[in-house]
């Protein structure tokens, strides 16, 4: 039996190495190989680049130092503004630099920068723009008495969070595990074809059927999977653990879903006889952890 992309259904597609978890949120080996070029391109593009560049994944892989496919590892303070609107840059050591600005106003210059050579630098480059001569000593001085000096600038950051990017996340996630554990041949049950359509839909027609994530993916507390993962802390010292557990409630399968650097959510699923209940993976990084039952 020839494999179809479980996304797009092409048969004669070339396929490639689909990380479940994002690779950026840090998951090197849980993965699947039946997703075509295309649809995981754009599944990366739509989908995993907004769970993996938010404010919550950044601090996550500033943190516990998780690379992105560039090998960059993010640093959500990089660039700020200060109470007057001007950027900011902090460095890694946390040292601000203003990013220097000129405005004009009639023949008046207004110089921002972030130390004094740097201004009279700039100062001059205006006059030679101009083909005025360069500045006398004391007219660099008569500049320097002018500046306003501010020693610890207040930075501001601001950020987003999309709520629903993170459930079609969930879904993406579940989706994948579902068919990484039973294989291409549960694509037939109504459930899993449901995600499917929900992400074909999303990153080729940019239509999120957002009743379907209201429905079936909530935001929950994750502590009652604290002690799982305080139990690898301790075995393997420091690293990252993502854990999915697949458990029967009333008619339903409840995937939860405790992703490190997203919220914790919950993925109902209409069924009760899709995986085994109580069925765990966990996913760990950096290194091979992969627990499978
Ligand atoms: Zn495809």
Same mark, same amino acid.
């Given at each position: 039996?020839?494999?179809?992309?479980?996304?797009?259904?092409n048969l004669?597609?070339e396929?490639?190495l689909?990380?479940i978890?994002?690779f950026?949120?840090?998951?090197n080996?849980?993965s699947?190989?039946?997703v075509?070029?295309?649809?995981?391109?754009?599944?990366g593009?739509?989908?995993?680049?907004?769970?993996?560049n938010?404010i919550?994944?950044?601090?996550?892989?500033m943190?516990?130092?998780?690379?992105?496919?560039?090998?960059?590892?993010?640093?959500?303070f990089?660039?700020?503004?200060?109470?007057?609107?001007?950027?900011?840059?902090?460095s890694?050591?946390?040292?601000?630099?203003i990013?220097?600005k000129?405005?004009?106003?009639?023949?008046?210059?207004?110089?921002i920068?972030?130390?004094?050579?740097?201004?009279?630098?700039?100062?001059?480059?205006?006059?030679?723009?101009?083909g005025?001569p360069?500045?006398?000593?004391?007219?660099?001085?008569?500049?320097?008495?002018?500046?306003?000096?501010?020693?610890h600038p207040?930075?501001?950051?601001s950020?987003?969070?999309?709520? $629903?990017?993170?459930?079609?996340?969930? *879904?993406?996630i579940?989706?994948?595990?579902v068919?990484? =554990? /039973?294989? &291409?041949?549960? +694509?037939?049950?109504?459930?899993?074809?449901k995600?499917?359509?929900?992400?074909?839909?999303?990153?080729y027609?940019?239509?999120l059927?957002i009743?379907?994530?209201?429905?079936?993916?909530?935001?929950?507390?994750?502590?009652?999977?604290?002690?799982i993962?305080d139990?690898l802390?301790?075995?393997?010292?420091?690293?990252?653990?993502?854990i999915?557990?697949?458990?029967?409630?009333? $008619?339903?399968?409840?995937v939860?879903? *405790?992703?490190e650097?997203?919220?914790?959510?919950?993925? =109902? /699923?209409? &069924?009760?006889? +899709?995986?085994?209940?109580n069925?765990?993976?966990?996913?760990?990084?950096?290194?091979?952890?992969l627990?499978?039952?």
């Open positions: 039996m020839n494999d179809r992309c479980i996304i797009c259904n004669d597609a396929f490639t689909e990380h978890i994002p950026a949120l840090g998951n080996n849980f699947l190989r039946n075509c070029k295309k649809c995981n391109s754009l599944i593009e739509k989908i995993d680049v907004y769970s993996t938010n919550m994944a950044e601090l996550m892989r943190t516990k130092k998780v690379p992105g496919h560039s090998g960059k590892i993010p640093f959500p990089a660039k700020g503004k200060t109470e007057d609107g001007f950027t900011v840059k902090l890694l050591e946390m040292k601000p630099t990013e220097p000129v405005s004009k106003n009639e023949n008046k210059y207004n110089i920068a972030g130390s004094h050579d740097e201004a009279i630098n700039i100062a001059e480059k205006i006059l030679k723009r101009n005025k360069p500045l006398s000593k004391s007219a660099k001085e008569i500049i320097l008495s002018k500046v306003a000096h501010k020693e207040r930075i501001n950051y950020f987003e969070l999309n709520i $629903n990017m993170l459930k079609i996340e969930a *879904i993406k579940v989706f994948e595990t068919v990484y =554990k /039973l294989g &291409t041949s549960c +694509l037939q049950e109504a459930v899993v074809e995600m499917q359509n929900v992400i074909f839909k999303y990153i027609e940019d239509v059927d009743e379907f994530l209201n429905e079936n993916v909530s935001f929950i507390d994750g502590a009652m999977f604290n002690s993962r139990a802390q301790v075995t393997f010292k420091e690293g990252i653990f993502h999915i557990h697949f458990t029967v409630r009333e $008619n339903d399968t409840v939860t879903v *405790i992703v650097g997203m919220l914790p959510m919950a993925v =109902k /699923l209409d &069924t009760v006889d +899709l995986i085994n209940n069925s765990l993976i966990i996913v760990g990084y950096p290194g091979n952890l627990i499978n039952e």
